[in-house]
Antibody, heavy 122, light 111 residues
Framework: QITLKESGLTLVKPTQTLTLTCTFSGFSLSISGVGVGWIRQPPGKALEWLALIYWDDDKRYSPSLKSRLTITKDTSKNQVVLTMTNMDPVDTATYYC??????????????WGQGTLVTVSS | QSVLTQPPSASGTPGQRVTISCSGSSSNIGSNTVSWYQQVPGTVPKLLIYGNNQRPSGVPDRFSGSKSGTSASLAISGLQSEDEADYYCAAWHDSLNHNWVFGGGTKLTVL
């Protein structure tokens, strides 16, 4: 059974850097085709994909946020870390991490972590 | 504004069949497979369809997906009250960055 859980500060001040950790179990991030992604959802709004890291350490970022995001993995700890710099109140959202699976040509995010609400406020 | 366009809302009565559309381009739906996610209010998004029309185990066969050209659709037959939720389509977008994109979401109301 695959599970993921997000952790990190839930209240950050404007201009600060957000660091979120996704701790997972039930799969290995060293297996071909596997990845972990981050998705966020502002209150009452739509899902927004942020970043994805693959088993081979390839990384993909949202073009609109690329300059502010860094995604890394620690395979031995079963963890993926997302950092987002220069936080702003518009970044207030629930942040989810999710298991990424692929079997060409298909790919999907499943399952998702429970999410963590991050509030940006002074 | 997402590159995948969904209607903001849809509705139906119990037992009806409803469809939700997702319009994209040759850079996303036209060249990659589509997945769909269901988010019941207050809960975590759940994978409903992957590979355009494949259902993960546990998803009722009332849910079906299809794709034609640069558009995709999610159909729900035998609508039930518990189907009231937000539905999102998603796909890879083949640009300079090769990024994943979600549609803007469709809120389904069961009348």
């Amino acid at each position: 059974q695959i599970t993921l859980k997000e952790s990190g500060l839930t209240l950050v001040k404007p201009t600060q850097t957000l660091t979120l950790t996704c701790t997972f179990s039930g799969f290995s991030l060293s297996i071909s085709g596997v990845g972990v992604g981050w998705i966020r959802q502002p209150p009452g709004k739509a899902l927004e994909w942020l970043a994805l890291i693959y088993w081979d350490d390839d990384k993909r970022y949202s073009p609109s946020l690329k300059s502010r995001l860094t995604i890394t993995k620690d395979t031995s700890k079963n963890q993926v870390v997302l950092t987002m710099t220069n936080m702003d109140p518009v970044d207030t959202a629930t942040y989810y991490c999710a298991h990424y699976g692929s079997r060409w040509p298909n790919n999907w995010f499943d399952p998702w972590g429970q999410g963590t609400l991050v509030t940006v406020s002074s | 504004q997402s590159v995948l366009t969904q209607p903001p809302s849809a509705s139906g009565t119990p037992g009806q069949r409803v469809t939700i559309s997702c319009s994209g381009s040759s850079s996303n739906i036209g060249s990659n497979t589509v997945s769909w996610y269901q988010q019941v209010p207050g809960t975590v998004p759940k994978l409903l369809i992957y590979g355009n029309n494949q259902r993960p185990s546990g998803v009722p066969d009332r849910f079906s997906g299809s794709k034609s050209g640069t558009s995709a659709s999610l159909a729900i037959s035998g609508l039930q009250s518990e189907d009231e939720a937000d539905y999102y389509c998603a796909a890879w977008h083949d640009s300079l960055n090769h990024n994943w994109v979600f549609g803007g979401g469709t809120k389904l109301t069961v009348l």
